[in-house]
């Protein structure tokens, strides 16, 4: 129920609406729960609403805390991954 | 997929897993619990379980709004979308969700009612306004992350003078059940689950931010980690679950970082706020009645709310009684200990709810988990 995922947005439209695209699929949805939306933001959308604005830095950082979380020799398997 | 795919990477999971079972205390066996369908549905779909040591466990919660919806609330539903001039928009997830005498919202559309799915509460908007000789009803349920959208589309109906559009209103607060769980009488049949700390829910916080869990955290002395629905989110926040209890915290940490802040989405908060008010009791299956767990339409959006406009009124329903969705609610028992499962009840002819949302315990234990060659042994 609570599922949703970060879709990039592709175009601002008006009455608070944006297009967002996802693998060349693209859907018109209500960005009336946020300010300030940009294009080329990843924004989590539910039930064709974007409910937040996925912060670039935390990401890579999120990602970066998980390498370091990893036991050595198997993170080294992880990123030598073509 | 970018900022998906990353967080699906096997052998990192795999390697983090590794410091998980390097850092589990051998003589000591920690039982978390995630609150999500969300989570448990990834925790099912990528055999997470499988890569923790004996000694860890999950037990599965109820954050499942499908699931937590009483029997009762389902028929008034099906009363309400049985009324000829009513048109009654739904979500998917509801429409195979048992009711009383084995009836659906997919059979009472086969008798006849106008029910139809919609994607979105704006597809119920623009329903009402091509079809204003329809009296079009929104069955709106979930949890924080759904109940924003159900506010957008009240403030629209408002705005474009709609009088043939209303909700019928089942939204629910996450807090009050993770303190209904932490709180439980300890039964003779069993009612309260050991629980050394939660998997904090993942999109919900988006709007409600951290904050509230930390009254939970503090007064229950629990753990309590926020992650998204990505298994490596899982994996990393039962290792910062695992780190808290082994260094005796109990503390609220944020996984998910890239999409959850402290304060939440204040827009949302408002939208809420201004068009909901807490209602002082309400049925959750499996929990009971909670206090102040679930919302209404305030009274300045009465002519919206759909209680009032039909004069619903809703009967209690029990449950099959073979049925044990409502310990696995609990997180007392697991899937494979009903009797139902896998026999009379299967996603084809669910029996009760947690067989129907795919983020069900029993629905995510029968789509990925049933072959799996044996539980796993506590060492």
Known sequence: MCLAIPILVEELLPDDMARVTLNGVSKVVSIALLEDVRLGDYLLIHVGYALARLDPEEAERTIAMMREAAVPGLADMAESRP | ?379
């Open chain 2, 1 to 379: 997929m970018k900022h998906i795919d990353e967080y699906r990477d096997g052998t990192l999971a795999r390697s983090i897993a590794a410091t998980i079972a390097r850092e589990a205390a051998c003589d000591r066996h920690y039982q978390f619990m995630e609150f999500c369908g969300g989570h448990t549905h990834a925790i099912s779909r990528y055999g997470i379980e499988d890569l923790l040591p004996g000694n860890v466990q999950m037990v599965h919660g109820p954050g499942c709004p499908v699931c937590v919806l009483p029997i009762g609330r389902i028929d008034d539903a099906i009363k309400l979308a049985m009324r000829p001039e009513v048109t009654l928009c739904t979500y998917a997830d509801l429409m195979r969700v048992p009711a009383s005498a084995g009836a659906n919202l997919l059979k009472a559309k086969a008798a006849g009612a106008d029910i139809r799915m919609v994607y979105s509460t704006l597809d119920a908007i623009r329903i009402a306004e091509t079809e204003p000789h329809r009296e079009v009803v929104f069955f709106a349920i979930g949890f924080e992350t759904t109940t924003p959208p159900t506010a957008v589309a009240i403030r629209l109906a408002r705005k474009k003078r709609l009088r043939n559009f209303t909700v019928f209103c089942n939204h629910v607060l996450t807090p009050p059940a993770i303190r209904a769980i932490l709180d439980a009488p300890v039964l003779p049949e069993g009612g309260q689950v050991r629980v050394d700390g939660f998997i904090g829910p993942a999109h919900v916080s988006t709007i409600t931010g951290t904050t509230p869990y930390l009254s939970l955290a503090a007064e229950f002395a629990k753990p309590v980690v926020v992650a998204g629905f990505e298994p490596l989110d899982v994996v990393q926040a039962i290792l910062m679950l695992l780190r808290q209890v082994n260094e005796g915290r109990h503390d609220v940490e944020n996984q998910y970082i890239r999409f959850v802040t402290t304060a939440g989405n204040v827009i949302a908060q408002r939208e809420m706020a201004e068009m909901f008010e807490l209602r002082e009791s309400f049925e959750w299956r499996g929990l009971g009645e909670l206090p102040m767990s679930a919302l209404r339409l305030r009274d300045a959006y009465a002519d919206l709310d759909a209680e009032r406009r039909f004069a619903v009124e809703t009967v209690p329903a029990a449950d099959n009684p073979a049925c044990e969705c409502g310990t696995i609610l609990r997180g007392l028992k697991k899937p494979a200990e009903c009797k139902l499962f896998g026999t009379l009840c299967t996603p084809e002819t669910p029996m009760g709810s947690c067989m129907v949302s795919p983020e069900g315990a029993c629905a995510a234990h029968w789509t990925y988990g049933r072959f799996r060659a044996r539980d796993r042994v506590a060492v």
